[in-house]
Every structure is written in C-alpha cells, then in structure tokens.
C-alpha cells in the first residue's frame, strides 16, 4: 500500500480526534441539564407553550418525539405533492408522484436520505430548503435527543423522568445551527453554488449551445447532509458531483463533517457520565472496526482488478472505474468507509464499481446496526446496546449481576436490546429474501449473479439502518422497492428508539451500585476488545451466508477469472 | 480451620444409578409441553422433528432433496442434540433426588403425644404427625422422633440431628434462648423436651428442604431470565439467517445457472449448530447443580434467587467471635514491672491457674509451659489449695501453706494487696492500662502483698482469616465486623484481622441500621446470625444466612440455612453464588464462539453445487459437503455431552478482582470456543471417512 494512503488515512483521523475531543466538551456543557436555557431557546419554549422544566418519563417522552416526526413526515409529504403550487420551484417542477414522495417523507423524518429520486430533477428549491434541509437539522436533533435520555438513564438515580423532549431537540439543533452555517460559508468558498437561482448557463468550448447547470441552495444542505449524518444530496450524483464537492479542500472538509458530530457525542458522553474513559472507549471501539475495514477497502482498491491488468489497463493509481479523477482512489476509499460507517450515506464515488472486498466493508459497516459512529445520537445508543450485550456476557463470566456504570442490566434491558438489535437485522435479511424471489427484484438489477444479490443485500442493508448510502445499479423507484424499504426504514429507526427509551427508563429508576473490586471496570482495553469481538461476532454470524453470496463470492471469482 | 475442609467429600459426578435414571428421564422430557420452556432446544426438536418428515418423505417417495442416508443420519444425530440436553438436566435433578431420598426417610408419620396444657405432667393423647396444627404442644422423651418443627418450651435434651445436617456428634436443645429450635424428624437421645409446633405438616423445614434439592419449586433466577431473552434473540437471529438462506440460494442458483437451492436438511442442520444450543442445553443443569452445591456445602437455600444474589454481595457482616476469633481469649504475655523476674511472674501465674477448668485459665497454663518450660503441676500433689473465682472476690488462685497467689482483675487484686500490706505501684497501673489500650485483656498477679506483674489475655484471631478477607477485598467485597466488645478491643481485633470496619458495642438496632446504611448506598450486604435478636437484620440484609442452631425466628428471617451453623460458611456461600453465574457465562460465550467453525464448515458445503468457489473457505478441507455437515452436527451433539461435568461442577472458581476473572475465563472459553471446534470437527470428518461412512 502506497504511504500516501497511510498518511491521509492517518492524518485524517488525527485531525477528526483533534476536533471531536473540544466539541464534544463543548456539547456536553451546551446539552447537560445544568444548563441554563439561553434567551432565544426561552422565546421558543414560550412560542411552543413547552415548560422546559418539565420532565417525561420515558414513555410521554417516546410519545412526543413519535407525533413529533410523524408530523414532520406528513408535513414533507404534503409539500412535495404540493410544490407545483409553491413558490421558488424556477425550474416548474411537477408535484413528487406518491410512492417516491411518501419513500422520501419516511427516508428524510428516519435520518436515512435513501433517495429514490434525483434531486436536481425532481425537487423544487422550495422542497429541498423547507421540507428536506429542516428535516436534515431535526432527525439529528432526534437521534441527540435519545442519546440524552440514555444518559440521563445511566446518570440519575431511582428517577422517573428521562428529561424533556421538546428541549432536548432545541438544544440540538441549536449544537448543530452554527456548526452548519460555519461548514455552508467553507463550502461556498470551495465553490459549492448557493444562490435562489434555478440554472446557471455555461458557454461550451466544442458546443455552440451553452450548458445549462441547475443550481440553488446547495452549500446551506450539504453541510447539515454532512453534519447531520443525512447524506441526502441536492444532486443526484451526491457529493461525487463537481457543484456538491468541487476541490480536495471541500472533500476533506465534507468527509470530516460526516465524522464530526457521531466521534464528538462519545466525548459528551463520557463527560456527562462523569467517566471521560468511558467516552474513550466507545471512540476506540469505534475506531477498532472502521480502520482495519478501511485498510482492507484500500489494500483491494489500490490492487486493483487481475483481469483488467491483464487487458493492459493501468493499474498504478489504482482501480479507479467509478470514481471522481479529482479525489482519487484513497478519498474515495476513505469516504465510502466512513459514509457507511456514521449512517451518512452520502458518496463521492460509485460504490457499485468497487472492487468486491471494498465494498464490502461499507456493507457490513451498515449491517452492524449503524453504531460504528452511526447517525448522530443514534449511532452511540445503537452502539450502547451492543455495550449492554457485552456487559451482560462479561458480568456474568466475572460472577455478578452485570452492571454497566452503576446500573444493574437485567432481564428488561436485555429484551430490549435484543430487540433493538434484532429487528432492523431482521428488516434487511427479509426485505433481500423477499426481494430475491418477488419478480420486482431481480428485474431491477442492474447487474447479473453475485453483483445483483449484492446490489439487493446494499439496499435493504441501507435502509434498515437508516444509511440510505446506495450501491447504485439498482432501479429503486418502482412501487416495490419505495414501500418496501419505507418499512425498513420506519422499522430501522423507531423500533430501535423505542427500545431505547424504554432501556432508558428503566435504567433511571434505578439505584447506583457503588464501584468496587468486583466490578467489571469497563474502560479498560480488555472490555474494549471484548465490545469489539461481541460486536464483530453477532454481526458476522449474522450476515456472513449472505456475504458469502455476494462480495465474498464475487471477489473469488473475480480473482478466479471466472466470471 | 477452613471452610472448604469441614463440607463434606463431594459426591461422585457420575452414580451409576442416578446416571441410568438420567436417561430414561432424558426420553422422557422430549415431550414438546416439556420441551417448549426451554426455547433453545424446542427450536431443536422442531428442527429434528422436520428432518425426520423429510427422510420420511426421501425413502416413500424416492426424491428427498438429499439422499435419505443423509436426511436420516441428521435426524438421528439432531434428536441426540436434544436428548443430550435433557439428559444434562435429568443429571443435576437426579444428583437433587439422591439427596431429597435421604430427607425423605426422615419424614416419617409418627404418633404424637399431644399435651393437653404446656407441661411435662399434663395428659396427653396420641395423634398422627401429619394432624398436628401450629400451636400445639407435644411431649417427646428419649428415643422418640420429632414430630414437626416446633421450639422447645420445657425440658433440656441432646438430639441426634444427623438425619439433617450429616453431623453424628448430637445437639443440646433447651427451652429459652438461641437454641430452642426443633427440626421434625430428627431424633431425641436423652431426657424430654415439651414443644410447641411451629410450622405444620408440609410446610416444615424438611418438607422445603426436599423441596428445594428435588428442584420442584425451582423458578427461574433473574439473570437466568435476562440470559433466556439473550438465547431466545440469538436464536431467532439464526432462524432468520437461515431461513432466508433459501431465497438467497434459489436467487444465487437462478442468477448463476447452476446448483440448485440449499436442501433444507442442510439448512436445519445449520440453523441447529448456530443457535446456542450449548448453553441451552445446560443451562437449567448449571442451576439445579448450584443449588446442589449448596446442599453439599450443607447450606440450605430457600430460593435460587438467593443463591444468585450471594455471587451479587459486596459487603458481609461478620461476628467476631466464632467466625473472626476463635472463641476464647487466650493468654499471650506475662509483664512483669521492672525488679521482677518474667519467670517467676510466669510460674505464680501458672500455679495460680492450675485449678482454673476456664479456657483463659487453661491458656495461661499453656503459654507459661511453652514460654518457660514450666511443666503443669498437680495441685493435689503441690498439697495447693484452690482458691475458686467468686462474684465477691473477683479473682481465683491457690493457698499453698500460707503462701496465697492471686490472679484477677487489676482493681480487685489492688484491694487484695492493700489488704495484705503491700502496695499496688504505679508501674503496674501503667502496664495494666497500656494491655487495656491494645484491645487485651489484663491479669494482674500478686503472690501475698508482692504484685508480680500482668498476664495479658487477648482474643486469637483465627489462622488464615486474614488472607481470606485480603482475597475478598480483591473481589471487591468488604469485611465488617460485628462485635459487642468495646471500640478500643474492637479496633485493635479489626486491624489484626485485616476487616475494612467493625461495628462495636454493636445492638441489633445498630446492626438494622448498618446494614439500612449499606443498602442505601447501592451495596448488597449478607450477613450470618442465629438469636432471636437477629431476625431484624437477617430480614433487612440482601443475604441471610441463619445458624441451624439457632431459634427459629432467626431461620424463618434468613434466605439460608447453615446446617453446619459455622459463621465462615458465608464466604463458601458466595464463592458458590459467583461460581454458578461464571458458568452460565463462559459456557455462553464458549457456545457462541464455537459457530465461527461451523460457519467454515457449513457454508462451502451448502453452496458446493453453486458457487465451487467458496471451497476456499473451508479452511479445515473436510473430506465431502455431506461429511463436513455431518461432522458439524455431531461435534455440536457431543460437546454437550462433554461438558455436562463441567455444568455440574461449576467452572474452576479461584477469587481475584472482576478483570482479572474475565481475562481468564475470556482467554479459555472465548478464545478456546474459537479455536476448539476446527480440531474436533476435522477429527470427526477424519473418523467419518476413515469408517468409510462417506465413500471418496
């Protein structure tokens, strides 16, 4: 491997830990409940009739966050039906046609941005600031605001309440407003078009008619795509689109904003557990399964294909088919790795065209449940499951009730965790099994044999854990393909909230068991690689048959030679 | 002396009888009502069940989607997965039965003699056993069994209680106090007792008793529960990735234009080694085996919750006397003031307490012959007179002719002195204060007017219990100590011992209140007691453990019975608490890890016909898809089998702190469940072939 790729590799996460380590602090002090509401949040609170001194128990707190986004996904729906009718719609956009409209709705209110649709073509700039940008900013602020009500579980004793959810989502979104508006103003200088205007004409040097470029908004939606691990793009292209990600310079910075926020909530949550080390822990676990996958994506990218060096393709750069000449087969790799490992989903190269083992990775990356930095908030409390599961197994193995940061895990977490990490692994082998005989399926392929299944097992692997990161290949705007994956969505994201609140009440009712020798500490390297390996291993013996028919069968071949 | 070395030698593992019973009971419990509270291996029986149908359906109508050699050979091995289970559970029950026979003998209905008014004299008439009801008094004389539980209310006797506890040696139970309490069934050796019954028929220690070792009222433990829900998810995991294997198979076949989708023999034969069935299979014989360790430690549980909050404790209350000390005080010095010999202080202090029967007496004996090589004399033989301890005089010694030697306490030999004409100096008051303000207790001798010096008594810690409670505080468990003694005493007993704190002057509101304290700040606290006066705090505390001799208040408050009634079982308990989850838990982590193996084995053979190409993974290169299968399913059969000892046994427990325990057991059964099965499995494709099982 060249050492040019080790050191961006390197250097990128040095840089990303440098930043994450000061806003998470920073998160913590604007998140914890000491805080004292600032003036604006006051006016809100007052303008929504919210007592923010109220506090919920875990189940009002499910209930408003439920109408909360229920609302807001009726609200996208209706305006994108609507749009012809709306203002700012330059181009004269007809009204979204059902499946995709309700498929985008759900996709956007679940934190996914799985498009079924090119947004240049297809949403006005109305609908792309009111109903999509909004929703990027509050479905981050949801997942925030779950995470809260799990620390609050872990941090209060014999407590009924797990906070209020109405502050919590203001408080978020106020962490994230001047961290978007900062990136918006970076991108613009980079380039990124932000302007009312629908279309940009360019003279062309061998064309006597000129280019016609769509423009608008772009900049102020792509930094909350990036920051709020939503991913959708305002170009059907994603951020492999010259106006979304022109230069290295805005690459580095969009890659580091879909890091950002998911590394920082572990800081934030290790200060407000009052245990810094155990927010060190969760970052090294996440960090102990995103390297080596990122490592292998970059060993098998650079390598290239055997049977396309052997047609005289030169292979020194790497295999670069399906990726931007501007980033190169390093950024590409190290893009696809960590938009699929947070649940951004946004790419700057064609997944689709990677070589079978580098696209694995980002496969198994979502199938883990999203909780290898995962979306915001919800890839911590994902990955505070597995950390439950962990706890659990090693309790036991030491001879006591396990316990994670003074809380007793008994039978209630565990049937919660078990069925927050159940279901959405369930939504994805179901939804590929159905889809694998169903003829919807294979006639959306874009590809034959093992690349077809594992254009399938990507997509309903997207969308159960609210990636939206697509294989491309597939065809996914029939009315198979939006209802279905509308399911895997809702399933993957409210049926693991639920859960989590409900872990979070309980938690908080109870009492704090004093540390002592007996304790299983859990900071140490120990425990870490225990977290790993327990996460490694229901997440392999899960979908390793369904690998196998896809990229593990398809790199075999590939090297095989035969087809 | 040891905890460990007083139980008794552990039964056998493997009694031929209760083995063969075993494996009728195993047969018996496939029944699918039976079968269904275990979810793991009803999914197994389903599993078999089906692959049964399906060599059912090869051999009538001649085109099963593998041969039916294949289908039958699966099943057969699969319905062995499941009887191994139950035979692991029949085991541990069986061990339990054993010892609820021997119980049972005991209770036997007896003829009674019911008293008409609470005396010895009063009238009586004869009434069966199994009729006596809760306040009703009977008379037993020498010879006679005990009817029901009951508390003595007149009458001193010894009584033969071995049919309970195993001990020979017999009891003394009297009226008033802490051992007034009676157990149905044991037997009376001398004199009468006058009992009023306290527990009736059915309900009486020994009807629990049986109850409890025969497993009948077992209910599942908390953590017994929250692993359930953890196999049940795995489990339901696995039926997913399999199941929707077959899709993906038809799909792979159809887009690949060869093979044909996995046979679902295949499939169940997969599904069945992924799914925890390791665990599963022995989980419920890892519990009734806990409780059978407790019965063999002679500790009586009333519930396994109990047992599992045992491994849970972190703070046990522990009485000085008897469990930290042993029971006396003992002689350790002689001090004499300056100007006088030690030796001659020694032999005064040794004639003095020739006569003295007291263990303090019998100490300062012992210690002056070792010391000093002063041989103990005869006091007859010396023509002594033995002056004997009064309330009056305060002290005790001999006359020997006019010669009077003296040992007491200082103030009441200061008088004897004055008395004598001799003067008490101030050098001994200081010696006398100095041995007060180390926790002993001072002596003073005087030999006529001369005080000779001071004869420091002082409480002998038990040997080895200081390294026992250092081991405990590596788990992480705090010692505190209970005692009635002074501050001062206590103090300097606790530092000696090695305790963290020690409770003095100590009252049972104090200890209620202690132990409230403790419980407030999250910690679990156990706690061994016997009085009456203990039945606050053996209700309050998290861990209970009531002295077999003690009164039956204390065992009705307590969650366990000592039959032993040794205070230092309670470090035994919890040992056998942790031990019992320990097991669950590396067991479970050893089945996990195991299925990495069988993934190797199992993947390239279902696909063999599909994609050729994943023979690459079959890294252990068995010898055939069908012998890797087969190799699979009976490795995953007979671990079972293999480990029943060890779920019976409990895994090796030795005490260190939790991350020290989880490296270990991580390092043998994670690691060891990961690499294990690839030897086993390649051995048994090996042996399959090599018996020509599977023509090359």
């Known amino acids: 491997m060249s050492s040019h790729a080790l050191i961006e590799l390197l250097a990128s996460f040095v840089v990303l830990t440098g930043l994450a380590v000061p806003l998470g602090e920073w998160g913590a002090r604007l998140l914890a409940d000491e805080a004292r509401p600032t003036t604006p949040e006051r006016w809100l609170y007052r303008l929504a009739g919210v007592d923010p001194a109220s506090d919920l128990t875990w189940r009002a707190y499910a209930a408003a966050l439920l109408v909360f986004n229920l609302a807001g996904t009726l609200l996208v729906y209706g305006l994108e039906r609507a749009q012809a009718w709306l203002p700012l719609n330059p181009a004269h956009l007809p009204g979204v046609e059902p499946g995709v409209a309700l498929n985008t709705a759900v996709s956007f209110a679940t934190n996914t941005n799985w498009q079924a649709y090119a947004g240049e073509t297809t949403m006005s700039l109305f609908t792309q600031m009111a109903a999509l940008t909004t929703q990027n900013f509050v479905s981050a602020a949801t997942g925030v605001g779950v995470l809260l009500a799990v620390i609050r579980g872990l941090t209060r004793v014999s407590a009924k309440g797990v906070g209020n959810f109405w502050v919590d989502l203001t408080r978020s979104t106020l962490l994230l407003l001047p961290l978007a508006a900062l990136w918006t103003v970076l991108l613009v200088a980079q380039g990124v078009p932000q302007t009312l205007a629908a279309k940009v004409e360019v003279a062309q040097v061998a064309n006597a008619t000129p280019q016609v470029l769509a423009v608008g908004p772009v900049a102020s939606q792509v930094a909350i795509k990036q920051l709020g691990t939503n991913g959708g793009g305002f170009y059907n292209a994603n951020s492999a689109h010259p106006l979304e990600n022109p230069t290295p310079a805005s690459n580095t910075l969009e890659w580091l904003a879909i890091l950002l926020l998911p590394a920082a909530l572990c800081f934030t949550f290790g200060r407000l557990v009052q245990d810094r080390r155990q927010g060190w822990l969760l970052y090294a676990a996440m960090l102990c399964i995103l390297l080596p996958l990122t490592l292998l994506g970059l060993w098998a990218e650079l390598r290239g294909v055997p049977a396309l060096a052997a047609l005289g393709v030169d292979g020194s750069l790497g295999h670069l088919e399906g990726k931007e000449a501007r980033f190169g087969v390093v950024s590409s790799v190290l893009w696809s790795t960590a938009t699929t490992a947070a649940s951004n989903g946004s790419v700057n190269a064609m997944h689709d065209s990677f070589t079978p083992l580098a696209g694995l990775g980002p496969m198994w990356l979502m199938q883990l449940g999203e909780v290898i930095f995962g979306g915001v908030g919800s890839g911590l409390y994902g990955l505070l499951l597995h950390v439950i599961v962990a706890v659990f197994i090693s309790g036991l193995m030491v001879g006591r009730t396990p316990e994670y940061l003074g809380k007793k895990i008994e039978a209630r977490e565990m049937k919660m965790a078990s069925l927050a990490i159940l279901l959405p692994s369930a939504a994805v082998l179901v939804g590929t099994a159905v889809s694998s005989v169903v003829t919807d399926g294979p006639a959306a392929l874009g590809n034959p044999g093992a690349h077809g299944f594992s254009e399938l097992l990507y997509a309903f692997s997207s969308t159960a854990n609210n990636n939206g990161s697509a294989f491309g290949g597939l065809t996914v705007n029939g009315p198979f393909f939006t209802l279905s994956t509308a399911v895997c969505m809702l399933i993957g994201r409210y049926w693991v909230i639920i859960p989590v609140l409900a872990i979070a009440g309980s938690l908080a009712a109870k009492r704090r068991i004093p540390t002592s020798a007996g304790t299983l500490p859990t900071h140490t390297p120990l425990f870490l690689g225990l977290l790993v390996a327990t996460m490694i291993l229901i997440g392999a013996l899960t979908f390793v048959p369904a690998l196998a028919l896809g990229p593990i069968i398809e790199h075999l071949q590939l090297m095989g030679g035969a087809s | ?696």
Not at chain 2, 155 to 161: I, K, P, Q
Not at chain 2, 234 to 241: D, E, M, P, S, V
């Open chain 2, 1 to 696: 002396m040891t905890a460990r070395s007083l139980e008794p030698a552990p039964r056998p593992l493997f009694e031929r009888a209760i083995v063969a019973g075993a494996i009728v009971e195993a047969f018996k419990k496939l029944d699918p009502r039976r079968m269904v509270k275990n979810p793991v291996m009803f999914v197994v029986e389903v599993g078999s069940f089906f692959t049964t149908l399906l060599w059912a359906h090869a051999v009538f109508t001649g085109q099963g989607d593998t041969s039916a050699g294949f289908a039958l050979a699966v099943s057969i091995w699969l319905w062995f997965t499941v009887v191994f289970a139950n035979l692991a559970e029949a085991m541990a029950e069986g061990r339990g039965k054993a010892q609820a026979d021997r119980l049972r003998k005991a209770r036997k209905d007896i003829q009674a003699k019911r008293l008409a008014e609470p005396r010895r004299g009063a009238a009586f008439e004869l009434i069966s056993s199994a009729k006596l009801l809760r306040g009703d008094v009977v008379l037993i004389e020498a010879g006679e069994l005990i009817p029901v539980d009951g508390e003595v209310v007149e009458g001193v006797a010894s009584v033969d209680e071995s049919a309970i506890t195993g001990e020979s040696a017999p009891v003394i139970r009297e009226s008033g106090g802490d051992r007034s309490a009676v157990t149905g069934g044991t037997r009376l050796l001398s004199d009468w007792l006058v009992v009023r019954i306290t527990s009736e028929a059915g309900q009486t220690f020994l009807d629990r008793m049986i109850a409890m070792v025969e497993g009948a009222k077992r209910q599942k433990t908390p953590n017994e529960i929250a692993l359930d829900v953890l196999l049940a998810a795995l489990t339901i995991i696995f039926l997913l990735a399999t199941v929707t294997l077959r899709p993906f198979s038809v799909f792979a076949a159809t887009q690949a234009g060869q093979g044909a989708p996995v046979p679902l023999t295949m499939l169940v034969a997969l599904l069945v080694c992924l799914i925890p069935t390791t665990i599963g299979g022995l989980l419920s014989a890892i519990g009734i085996a806990g409780m059978d360790r407790m019965v063999q430690a002679n500790v009586i549980a009333t519930s396994g919750r109990a047992v599992e909050a045992a491994g849970d404790v972190d703070v046990l209350l522990l009485d000085k006397t008897g469990t930290i000390t042993l029971g006396n005080r003992q002689a350790t010095a002689f001090l004499p003031p300056k100007g006088i010999d030690v030796k001659e202080l020694a032999d005064a202090a040794q004639l003095a307490s020739l006569a003295d029967e007291t263990p303090e007496g019998r100490s300062i004996v012992v210690l002056a012959k070792e010391g000093f090589g002063l041989r103990g004399r005869e006091v007859k033989d010396l023509g002594a007179t033995f002056v004997p301890f009064t309330a009056q005089t305060r002290m005790s010694g001999v006359d020997l002719g006019a010669r009077q030697v003296r040992k007491g306490a200082a103030d009441a030999i200061s008088r004897f002195v004055t008395s004598q004409g001799g003067t008490f100096s101030a050098e001994v008051t200081a010696i006398v204060e100095d041995v007060a303000r180390q926790g002993a207790t001072p002596l003073v001798v005087a030999d006529g007017a001369r005080v000779l010096g001071v004869v420091q008594l002082k409480d002998i810690v038990k040997g080895g219990i200081k390294e026992k409670f250092a081991e405990l505080r590596r788990m992480g468990i705090r010692t505190v100590m209970i005692t009635g003694d002074n501050p001062l005493t206590a103090a300097s007993i606790a530092a000696e011992a090695g305790v963290d704190d020690f409770l003095a002057e100590a009252t049972p509101e104090q200890k209620l209140a202690r132990i409230r304290e403790y419980q407030a700040k999250g910690h679990l606290v156990a706690m061994t007691g016997d009085g009456t006066n203990d039945a606050p705090a053996l209700a309050q505390a998290d861990v209970a453990v009531a002295m077999n001799t003690g009164t039956q208040a204390a065992k009705e408050a307590g969650n366990m019975v000592d039959l032993d009634s040794n205070p230092t079982k309670l470090i035994r308990i919890v040992e056998i608490g942790k031990q019992m989850l320990m097991t669950r838990g590396s067991l479970t982590t050893f089945s996990i890890a195991n299925d990495v193996a069988k993934y190797f084995a199992i993947i390239p053979a279902a696909f063999a016909a599909t994609y050729p190409q994943l023979k690459v993974l079959d890294v252990m290169r068995l010898h055939s898809p069908a012998s890797a299968v087969m190799s699979a399913v009976i490795f995953n059969a007979l671990i079972i089998v293999a480990l029943i000892p060890l779920a019976l046994r409990g895994i090796a427990y030795r005490p260190a702190p939790a991350s020290t325990v989880l490296g270990r057991n991580l390092l043998v059964y994670g690691v060891g469940g990961l690499v294990l099965p690839f030897p086993c499995i390649k051995g048994l494709d090996l042996l399959l072939t090599a018996l020509g099982v599977f023509p090359s």
